[in-house]
Structures are given as C-alpha cells and as structure tokens.
C-alpha cells in the first residue's frame, strides 16, 4: 500500500485547506476535493481469504467447527464455550474490561463472576486481558500490501501463537478462561479430545469432516474445525469498503475529512495501515493497567502489545489490551495525547510513532466518525439451538 511522504502529506493538506476553510460554500466541490485527495492514497478493501493448504475450507468442517463454538464440552467444568466471551450480540467478543470465563453466569455486560456454584479449589480470577473479536481473525498477519499466510497469522495481543488452528487449543487449557480445576493444562486438551470421542454424534461429524471414523477426532482436527468456522466470520462491506469500490456516497464529508487525518497530520497509518487497518507487531504505549487485573508487562515483560486491527472497533469495546477507554472518542484522546499512562513505562520506553498530535475537538470527532465507518455487521449472527454434548448451548450465558 502506498504511504504519503511527508511532502506528500503537505501536499495534500495544503491542497484541502482552502477547502476546509470555505466550507460553507459548495459541499460537493469540497467533497470533490477530498474524494481526489483520498483516491491518490490508494487504499485498497479487503480480498477474499486465504486457507492455509494443509486446511481447505469445507462445508462439513464449518458446521463441525460452530458446534464446538458454542458447546461448554470444550471447557473442563462444562461450563464455558469459545462463544461465551466471542458472542455475535457483541461483535464475536464480550462487551467487558476483561473477559469472565470459568464459574461465571450471564452474557456480556451482565456477566456476573464466580456466580456459577461450582466447587473450586479457589475464586477464579478475571482472564487477564481484553477478549479481542474474531470477526476478520482470517486476515491475521496483513501486510500493508495485502498479503499473509494464514499458517503463520499472529494471535493474541502477545502473539505467543501463530494460526486459527493452533489459537483455538490454548484457552481450554486456561484455568481462567475455560479450565477450571478438573485436570493439568498440560492435560486439557486429552480430555477435551475424550469428551468429544465419547459423543457419537460428534465421532460421525469429525468423520464428514476428515474421514477416519473415530481416528479422526484429533487435537489437530479440533483446530482445522473450529478455525474453519472462524474464517467466514469475515465483514468486508463496510462504508469504507464501500467507498473504496467506487461508492462515493458511502462516507460522510466528516468522515472523509476524519479518514485524510487518519493517513495525514494524526499518522495513525503509521501503526494501523493496510487493508486491516493493523500493522500486527507490537509497540509500547503505556496504556493503563486495569485496576482489577494489575500489572501486565505484555510480551517479555517489556510492554509490548499487538496492534489491535480497528475493523468493526464501534462494535467491539471496550478498548486496549486492559479494556480501560470505555469508548472509541477515549481511545482517540489517550492515542492523540502521546503520554504514558501506565507509571511502569517512562517516556524513553514509548514507541517513537505515539507522540503528541495537535488535533482539535473537531478532528478528533472526524476521526471517531471515520473508525465508525469501518463496521459491517453483516458477519453470521445465527445461534446454535443445541449442540451434540446436550449441555445449555453456550455455556453458563443465560
């Protein structure tokens, strides 16, 4: 994807300035102008997936794999499914500062936790960081030039993972998340394999899926599954997608005006380029710790966190790693301000791209209406009415 110089930013600014400024004049000349400025960034939406080769997407695999979504046999008190803290009501995450998983009852914000009776060896803890979405998880790993290898996709917000497939298998063995008490993490995807090994309905789904009969219920096939449902939770026709089809309509004249920032004066692009708006490497903040949690030192404890993608980001707050800026105009402020707001990282340690940007109240809400412009609810939102394990469909959410 091209990236403006910053000859080509002042360029560009100067050309729209006079535009701004006499704005009352002609609103489709000044649309015009920013329509010119916008096309020459050269932006592209986003392309079809792409399967990793050794995992073809099938129909039989996809059905497969959103059963698992949403059955609570995966967690090890069979209390919490993948759907519990990734529900489509709240944009594939949960709608919370940090997720509540394992002894936990109720859906999103009125999850209440260690509400769910179960007899544990201790209080289960809040899981430790924001539950990112899984709408657009296919396009993990994006290069600003659209490209990616779905094998290698980087997971989590300290990408100790790469792959769906491989992504899908670590929080069954979190005691937190989905674990619980009933064996070693070391153990728990055995038994998530027994469990479903023990379900003829689940024998004969994996078999459609792979062929085998009962050989084929496997922790490699679990993961092919479920990152197989996970890749058509994908929007790709949002107001911006629109509008870089050929839609001109498709964005407001604020939102345009917020999009010219975005890749100019405020430099967002710097971090949050290409197709998914996401460079996906890892930069120190100093975002706050959430209270409830504590420190948090990100990866190798030097503060390092994943550049989230800001697809969908209306729908899928609260926002950073420690979900601490409720809305998207808090994330702006905190992005715009360029100052550390965890004590743990003092100012030498910051990224050199997070820096003070000197943006008014009007371009910050330019900017929020443009983030608002990159949503597209129009990802698979259908329930699961029952799943083969006959637990409550999932888990403890009603």
Known sequence: MFRPTTLFRILIFTSIAGVLSTFSSCVDDDDNELDEAIFALNLSPLPEVTYPTDNPISEEKVHLGKLLFWDPIIGGENDVACVTCHHPDHGYSDGIETPIGVNGVGLGPDRVENA??????????????????IINTAYNGMTSLGAYSPENAIMFWDGRVSSLEMQCQKPPTSRDEMLGDVTTKEEAMDLVIEELSAIPEYVALFDEAFGGGSASVTKENYG????SFERTIVSRNSPFDRYLRGTRTALTTQQKEGLILFYGDAECDNCHGGPMLSDFTFHVLGVPDNPVIGMDGGLDTLFLFRTPTLRNASITGPYMH????????DAVEFM???VSANPMVASGMKDVDFKRRDLSDEDKAALVAFLESLTDDSFDKAPVFSVPSGLPVGGMIQ
């Open 116 to 133: 769910g009776g179960l007899s544990l060896l201790s209080p289960i803890d809040r899981v430790g960081r924001n539950s990112p979405s």
């Open 224 to 227: 092919k599954a479920i990152a």
């Open 322 to 329: 420690s979900g601490v800026y409720p809305t998207l105009a």
């Open 336 to 338: 715009s301000s360029g």
